[in-house]
């Protein structure tokens, strides 16, 4: 049981880790709104979503979507075109201290559907997760592979808590809101950086 817990602990926090449109989003939410509890739409949803692919990764859904080429294409090519958009909007952003419309344009149904956007609709995420999850959850069975589901979870929610306090943490202490325009600037580039990845990874596939 033991091994297990590690195992799911491991992997979970390898997948989520690197700096991705995901992360971006939640710690950028968490600087940009007036209060931490205002950020918790984006914090939920994402943290709901990982919830979603990890538990059909788990029951083997995964198995099956990955079989189908024409899934990953249209995956793929919503997740380039989504990419583009979200970078252009994180472009133009500005923080709070310069802005404070259009950081309370951020409305909890807003921050519902961008987070469900950047969780379902980055491919590389998806697949990532589904792929290599679902794949490890294959050599454990009953209550094993619950709680190898359950701990992978249990990761998802703390991190993309904890990237909430650490972007309202991030977002009290720089009153010039260069900090923040800064994050906003690499966070774009991020974006269109995964939106070029997936463009040649479809090309060459």
Same mark, same amino acid.
């Given at each position: @049981?033991?091994?297990?817990?590690?195992?799911?602990?491991?992997?979970?926090? #390898?997948?989520?880790? !690197?700096? *991705?449109? $995901?992360?971006?989003?939640?710690?950028? $939410?968490?600087? %940009? =709104?007036?209060?931490?509890?205002?950020?918790?739409?984006?914090?939920?949803?994402?943290?709901?979503?990982?919830?979603?692919?990890?538990?059909?990764?788990?029951?083997?859904?995964? %198995?099956? %979507?990955?079989?189908?080429?024409?899934?990953?294409?249209?995956?793929?090519?919503? /997740?380039?075109?989504?990419? %583009?958009?979200? *970078?252009?909007?994180?472009? +133009?952003?500005?923080? !709070? /201290? =310069?802005? $404070?419309?259009?950081?309370?344009?951020?409305?909890? +149904?807003? $921050?519902?559907?961008?987070?469900?956007?950047?969780?379902?609709?980055?491919?590389?995420?998806?697949?990532?997760?589904?792929?290599?999850?679902?794949?490890?959850?294959? =050599?454990?069975? *009953?209550?094993? +592979?619950?709680?190898?589901?359950?701990?992978?979870?249990?990761?998802?929610?703390?991190?993309?808590? /904890?990237? *909430?306090?650490?972007?309202?943490?991030?977002?009290?202490?720089?009153?010039? #809101? +260069?900090?923040?325009?800064?994050?906003?600037?690499?966070?774009?580039?991020? @974006?269109? #950086?995964?939106?070029?990845?997936?463009?040649?990874?479809?090309?060459?596939?």
């Amino acid at each position: @049981m033991i091994s297990v817990l590690l195992h799911g602990f491991i992997l979970a926090l #390898g997948l989520i880790l !690197p700096l *991705g449109v $995901q992360n971006v989003f939640v710690f950028n $939410q968490g600087a %940009v =709104q007036s209060r931490f509890v205002n950020a918790l739409p984006a914090i939920i949803t994402a943290s709901l979503c990982d919830t979603l692919l990890i538990s059909l990764a788990a029951l083997g859904v995964s %198995v099956v %979507v990955l079989e189908y080429e024409w899934i990953r294409t249209v995956l793929f090519l919503l /997740g380039i075109c989504f990419l %583009v958009y979200m *970078g252009m909007v994180t472009w +133009k952003s500005k923080p !709070p /201290g =310069q802005a $404070q419309e259009e950081a309370r344009s951020f409305t909890p +149904k807003r $921050q519902i559907v961008f987070a469900m956007s950047v969780s379902l609709l980055n491919p590389h995420a998806v697949l990532d997760t589904m792929g290599v999850i679902g794949t490890s959850s294959l =050599q454990y069975t *009953g209550m094993d +592979k619950v709680t190898f589901a359950v701990v992978c979870i249990a990761v998802s929610w703390l991190w993309f808590l /904890g990237l *909430g306090i650490a972007g309202r943490a991030a977002g009290r202490m720089d009153a010039s #809101g +260069k900090l923040l325009s800064a994050l906003n600037r690499i966070s774009a580039l991020i @974006m269109w #950086g995964t939106a070029g990845y997936l463009g040649v990874s479809l090309i060459l596939s």
